[in-house]
């Protein structure tokens, strides 16, 4: 029997996980003008704009946020072959020198992160890279780690974990299920 999906967050836990990273940024950087945020496409790049309003909201700090497609970048099969050079990307400032918070909404075997990580050092020199992701499921891959996490979700093995937001799917929810 296929286990029901269950939503682990719903969309006022998921805004107070998004409040909490930005709370945890604004403490980490203690205002720094150099921090960035980066989005990887599609829904961290929504979250990076949650917590770039979040934190002008309540810590009246403006962070800049860019967005990143990694898909040319990915090892796994899971990206579009091409030039990486010609991703979809829009980051309206140089990297070198910032402080970029990499954000995307599930960390789970470190293979996005990766491919993020390798298409940053391509577009410059940043001072430093963290990373912010939504849900931390665990079981890498690779040696990453998160340094915001909104929640940490211990998934059945075969289960997966979905990212709702409302700028893509209607409505704001975390959901372990078999499929969407």
Known sequence: MTPKPRVVLDAAALARSVRR????????????????????????????????AELARTS?????VGTLDISSYRDDGKGAPGDPRLLARD???????KRVVLVDDVLYTGRTVRAALDALSD??????????????????????????VGKNIEAPAGQRVYVRLSEVDGADAVIIGNGK
């Open 21 to 52: 990273i930005a709370h945890e940024i604004a403490e980490r950087s203690d205002g720094a003008s150099t921090v960035v945020l980066v989005g990887v496409v599609r829904r961290g790049a929504f979250l990076a704009e949650r917590i770039a």
């Open 123 to 148: 577009l410059g020199r940043a001072e430093s890279i963290q990373l912010a992701v939504l849900v931390d499921r665990g079981e890498r891959e690779l040696p990453i780690r998160a340094d915001y």
């Open 60 to 64: 009246q700090i403006q962070v800049p």
């Open 91 to 97: 980051i309206p400032f140089v990297l070198d020198g």
